[in-house]
């Protein structure tokens, strides 16, 4: 299996800043999210972070995070492991 590394901005709407998102990704997707930065206030969120773990699981994590809402923008290049 391959690991990698992505790093994404992950950009919340109001109605989900609220909700245990990443939570949630580790426990469905068995991924490690490294949080670098982030801004979370009441009515909006954002959070830069790494997210580690297998390939195919890192992607279905992202393809995930974006059907519950959630802006996922690519920040510079994957990191194979």
């Known amino acids: 299996m391959s690991e990698v590394r992505v ?8 109605s989900e800043v609220r909700r245990a998102v990443l939570a949630t ?13 982030a801004d979370v206030e009441e009515h909006r969120g954002w959070i830069i972070c790494e ?24 920040l510079g290049d994957v990191l194979e492991g």
């Open 25 to 37: 990704m580790v426990r469905r997707f068995d991924v490690e999210p490294n949080i670098r930065r």
């Open 51 to 74: 997210v580690d773990g297998e390939a195919a699981q890192v992607e279905a994590a992202l393809d995930w995070l974006r059907t519950e809402g959630i802006t996922v923008d690519l």
């Open 7 to 14: 790093k994404v901005r992950l950009t919340f709407p109001e």
